[in-house]
């Protein structure tokens, strides 16, 4: 069906109608901006029968949500739009042309820290410049290291951001970056890394990609970093490249990552971007844009011309905000059950926001001893439950049948998962007998050892399907629905895995859908499960960055805490304290319906004075004394 622009204000029509060249859409919260991207997208697909679109954004989620609306909007053939994140586009290019830059279509991901830490010891090992001088805790090294591939660092002698680049930065950087190429395994910085060296080194490569998406569209582009700035300047080329930008400079709150206000001005130098502005907001009540306008101003780096976010909801009797201080933090907390329960909200409409996780935990303890739910929401890259653990290993042991680390963790979780041992010596000896083939010597060796059912059921399954083919789906469908295990974690994360697979089936047609691409794309995921029915959402501000609730409580509203230490420590004119100001501007527009903002006089045992946002927000305080 054609896309219905009747609902739109002119702003937002404008920005839909868009078609060729460089656009920069300026889109405040909850001004719409994910129904002006996939408006525009239908259009362009539904007039053009030959245009193609690449539409990158920062989450799965994100990706996934426009897709669903794309699809609806075109009756499900949206197939000339490709939604996914830089880091699984990235993978895609990889995928596709990755041998110029010696990565295999194969390659597997490693998503967790330990087993980059487990990679990093052995380039540590081998390197011969002096290492007596890097740092102990290998969690800052990967921090480091994280950071130079964020900056588009290919190991100069000068590492970007260091006033003086210590000797052993390039040597390492290097030999961290051929361990992974010689393996073939990819971590998120050597992702980007790869797939920015392959376009930039490979003339026919990037002219390949480049005419594979006519058109180029960008979602929270203020969250990127330099490294995901330089892929997007390698697809979009020349004097007017259809590059379609939607951004927010009053809510770049991932410095830590990249981000930074000065990549949104290159950008308009670089593209010689025209701006539509929306600053309409349909999501809060008018008394919340006002704190809202009121807080940001302060800020010096905004963009030249922001206009001030607009209230199109009406006010209502009910008032939508309230303010509170309190005595000490438990207080604050224990507020929280009083005011959901006597207001009869329902839980879910509910969410805590805090600067911190110590806050939320406080918080969600109160919840629970009140008796409702809290769910506190954390990343997970890997499964936990042990019949889940183990499943997902057989996959990968499965794709790369040589790897001894993946043959070692299947060994670990089967017995997990069982209780029976199998030493790993064990099955590598057999292995050497036939072809190295791990994962037949596993099968072989665990069903020698008369497995009672169901599990004996289970390695048939995984030798029919697995060893001798390739059926991973059935396999999974079969294990979701075979009752194998009743514990409560394992069953939530079948919940979850099926949940993603549905979302990864959204995007690649089964049949195109081999192993290797299911396994990276299913490393590139959170493991996180979705909110639990009646519970409310505890989260940080970084958390609920693109979320809204009809309630919202914000705690910790106070000096050294809201702002944080560090930004207080910095001064008040500093980059880190207008990153405070931008996460406290997204933390209160997320409240749909009632702000509840609160503050202790004590944190931790120390005094504390009201954050300096309040004030800046209109709320007139006391002084003390006064």
Not at 97 to 105: D, F, K, M, T, Y
Not at 330 to 346: D, F, Q, Y
Not at 360 to 369: M, T, Y
């Amino acid at each position: 069906m054609k896309p219905n622009l009747d609902t739109l204000n002119a702003n937002q029509r404008s920005a839909v109608e868009w078609t060729d060249g460089p656009l920069l859409v300026l889109a405040g919260p909850g001004s719409g901006k994910t129904l002006v991207l996939t408006l525009r997208a239908a259009r362009i697909l539904q007039n053009d029968p030959d245009a193609s679109m690449l539409a990158l954004t920062f989450t799965t989620k994100a990706a996934d949500e426009m897709r669903q609306r794309l699809d609806a909007l075109m009756g499900g053939r949206a197939e000339r739009a490709h939604l996914c994140t830089f880091h699984s586009f990235a993978g895609d290019v990889l995928r596709q042309h990755g041998s110029h830059v010696g990565i295999l279509p194969d390659f597997s991901m490693l998503a967790n820290d330990e087993d980059r830490i487990a990679v990093l010891d052995g380039v540590i090992g081998k390197l011969s410049c002096d290492t007596s001088a890097l740092p102990t805790d290998r969690k800052n090294l990967l921090f480091l290291l994280d950071r130079l591939f964020a900056e588009s660092y290919n190991g100069e002698p000068t590492a970007p951001g260091m006033t003086k680049t210590p000797p052993w930065i390039p040597p390492l950087f290097k030999a961290y970056c051929e361990t992974l190429q010689s393996s073939n395994r990819l971590d998120f910085g050597t992702l980007l890394h790869f797939a920015r060296l392959l376009l930039s080194s490979n003339a026919g490569v990037a002219r390949l990609t480049r005419l594979a998406w006519q058109y180029v569209s960008v979602d929270e582009f203020q969250d990127t970093n330099r490294a995901q700035y330089d892929l997007l300047s390698l697809l979009a080329v020349g004097k007017q490249p259809n590059l379609f930008v939607v951004a927010d400079d009053d809510q770049i709150i991932y410095q830590w990552n990249g981000a930074s206000p000065e990549r949104l001005l290159a950008l308009r130098s670089d593209f010689g971007m025209d701006v539509i502005q929306l600053p309409e907001n349909f999501r809060c009540p008018p008394v919340i844009i006002q704190l809202a306008n009121n807080l940001i101003r302060f800020n010096q780096t905004r963009s030249e011309g922001k206009q001030p976010l607009v209230a199109m909801k009406a006010a209502t009797e009910t008032p939508a905000l309230k303010a509170e201080i309190f005595n000490s933090e438990n207080e604050e907390a224990a507020n929280i059950p009083k005011v959901i329960t006597e207001s009869g909200w329902r839980p879910e409409d509910c969410a805590v926001l805090a600067r911190n996780a110590k806050l939320l935990d406080r918080a969600a303890n109160a919840l629970s001893e009140s008796g409702l739910q809290p769910f506190v929401a954390k990343r997970k890259t890997e499964f936990e439950s042990p019949a889940v653990r183990w499943l997902f290993s057989v996959l990968r042991l499965a794709n790369a049948r040589h790897d001894r680390e993946l043959l070692r963790r299947t060994c670990v979780a089967w017995n997990d998962f069982t209780g029976s041992l199998i030493e790993f010596e064990n099955v590598a000896a057999e292995a050497a007998l036939d072809g190295g083939d791990f994962l037949r010597a596993w099968v072989n060796t665990a069903s020698a050892r008369e497995p009672k059912a169901p599990h004996a059921l289970l390695l048939t399954e995984i030798r029919n399907r697995l060893v001798d083919r390739i059926d991973f789906l059935e396999l999974l469908e079969l294990f979701w629905n075979a009752k194998y295990i009743d514990d409560d974690l394992e069953a939530e994360e079948i919940a979850t895995w099926r949940e993603l697979q549905e979302s990864l089936t959204r995007e690649h047609a089964p049949e195109n859908l081999t192993l290797h691409l299911y396994l990276q794309e299913m490393d590139l995921k959170s493991k996180a499960p979705a909110q639990l029915p009646g519970s409310i959402r505890c989260l940080t501000v970084h958390g609920s960055k693109g979320m809204e609730f009809k309630h919202v409580f914000l705690i910790g509203m106070a000096e050294e805490v809201f702002p944080s230490y560090q930004a207080t420590k910095m001064g008040p004119q500093s980059k880190e304290m207008e990153e405070e100001r931008r996460n406290c501007f997204v933390a209160i527009t997320r409240a749909e319906e009632t702000l509840n903002i609160s503050w202790s006089r004590t944190y931790n045992g120390y005094q504390k004075r009201p954050s300096r946002f309040l004030e800046e927000m209109g709320f007139t305080l006391k002084k003390p004394g006064s």
